[in-house]
Nanobody
Framework: VQLQASGGGLVQAGGSLRLSCAVS???????????MGWFRQAPGKEREFVAR????????TYADSVKGRFTISLDNAKNTVNLQMNMLKPDDTAVYFC?????????????????????WGQGTQVTVSS
């Protein structure tokens, strides 16, 4: 399984960026058993949960810090997970990672923790200037 994240860059506060994560190595049927997450990690800080979505249902969950500004979505035709980020703030500056998790019982509790995920992409830098 491979995850390829893209779309990061430099943007001014209040601007928008759209991240994408292409998933390969899993059939469309297998993906129905997975949840997809976005995490971020700022320098000197721990990796933190941003958002997640289930392939089978499209159900979304967000961290409080991004709720109302970020939207996670699926492109089923391309096996891609997107993260639309609006009203960006300097505090959103971080390396953003996409991740995939088998929807097991443990994922119910660990969906917002890095240990809840089985596969990770390489990360893409997002920098928001003030």
């Amino acid at each position: 399984v491979q995850l390829q994240a893209s779309g990061g860059g430099l943007v001014q506060a209040g601007g928008s960026l759209r991240l994408s994560c292409a998933v390969s190595g899993l059939s469309r049927r297998s993906l129905n058993s997975y949840g997809m997450g976005w995490f971020r990690q700022a320098p000197g800080k721990e990796r933190e949960f941003v958002a997640r979505i289930f392939w089978v249902s499209g159900r979304e969950t967000y961290a409080d810090s991004v709720k109302g500004r970020f939207t996670i979505s699926l492109d089923n035709a391309k096996n891609t997970v997107n993260l639309q980020m609006n009203m960006l703030k300097p505090d959103d500056t971080a390396v953003y990672f996409c991740a995939a998790a088998r929807s097991t019982v443990s994922y119910i509790e660990d969906y917002n923790k890095p240990r809840g995920y089985d596969y990770w992409g390489q990360g893409t830098q997002v920098t928001v200037s003030s």
